[in-house]
């Protein structure tokens, strides 16, 4: 029985690339440092979505989706403990 | 300790408990301390091989007393290393306004520091035979320890942040806190003291009571120099 899917269905999977700067099992540094350079990049390229989208996918491979999500709260009410563009 | 639990938790009988509970240990301690000097100088059971199970009996005291600070220094060297991504991996974290270390906890650190010049200078007017100047050098360390726990409780009150402030404001006032409690130790040997040397308690070759208390001294004043390299200078902004 030969099972191939066909080209169209082909699935790459894969994550962040490897960084020697977070190399521990621990990767939670590797996922924070992301979402803030993503954070950044948008402060920095006016919301230009496209110009930061590798470093949104890798924040979103990385991180929990828990996480993001409670980031992306604090972000809004302003109790975000990590550093936010634009503020000294 | 009993007292204490049952005072943080609110529980009816909390302070009655604590306040019993120190007050028996004070008065044990005094009780204890005053049989000693009696033993000693009033019906002279110290010889020398005593002064000298005494004197190692203080050292290793105070050896269990670097133990007790290293816990704590651990702790705030274990948070503040590699801080977690809760309080933004910085530190100090966002948002705590800390002290700056050049201006009251410096001079604290020149205050201690003068203050165990005094103390030694105390131990070389004892062993010299001049009471005065033993008096004069004696009363002057405990002003100055004085004057330290008075700026200590200034930089408290007037602080930004409380112990409870995540873990920077438990880091710094355990360690500090803890610290203060034994500058109160301190001062109250070394005024027990000045009450001996006025009685003329301690002679040239003989001052076992002393040695301790200005031992005891030099460590509160090493823990501060601790504290202050690392806690206020190496940990603040």
Redesign the interface.
């Known amino acids: 029985l030969a099972c191939s899917l066909p080209s169209a269905m082909e699935v790459k999977l894969e994550t962040a690339p490897v960084d020697k700067r977070f190399a521990n099992t621990n990767q939670a540094k590797h996922c924070y440092a992301y979402y803030n350079a993503y954070h950044q990049c948008m402060y920095e390229n006016n919301d230009d979505a496209e110009a930061c989208f590798k470093l949104k996918r890798n924040y979103m491979s990385l991180c929990p989706t828990k996480w993001v999500e409670s980031w992306d709260e604090q972000r809004e009410a302003g109790t975000y403990a990590g550093p936010v563009p634009g503020e000294k | 300790a009993i007292g204490a639990v049952m005072y943080f938790h609110s529980h009816r009988g909390g302070e009655v408990m604590l306040f019993a509970g120190l007050l028996a240990t004070t008065l044990s301690m005094a009780i204890w301390w005053r049989d000693v000097v009696r033993e000693s100088t009033f019906e002279g059971h110290h010889t020398v091989v005593v002064q000298e199970g005494l004197r190692n009996g203080v050292i290793l005291f105070i050896v269990s007393e670097v133990m007790f600070f290293f816990a704590f220094f651990w702790a705030f060297f274990s948070a503040s290393f590699c801080p977690t991504?809760?309080?933004?991996?910085i530190w100090p974290?966002?948002g705590i306004e800390c002290f700056s270390p050049w201006e009251v906890p410096a001079l604290n650190t020149m205050i201690l520091l003068l203050s165990g010049a005094s103390v030694t200078w105390c131990h070389h007017a004892i062993v010299a035979g001049k009471h005065s100047n033993a008096v004069i050098s004696l009363a002057l360390t405990i002003v100055l320890a004085a004057i330290f726990t008075g700026f200590q409780l200034f930089e408290y009150s007037s602080a930004q942040f409380s112990i409870s402030d995540g873990i920077y404001g438990s880091t710094f006032y355990m360690a500090t806190g803890f610290h203060g409690f034994h500058v109160f130790i301190g001062t109250t040997f070394l005024a027990v003291c000045l009450a001996r040397l006025l009685s003329f308690h301690f002679t040239t070759d003989h001052h076992v009571g002393f040695e301790a208390a200005a031992w005891y001294w030099h460590f509160v004043d090493v823990v501060w120099l601790f504290l202050f390299v690392a806690v206020y200078w190496w940990g603040g902004a």
């Open positions: 991504i809760e309080i933004g991996a974290p966002k």
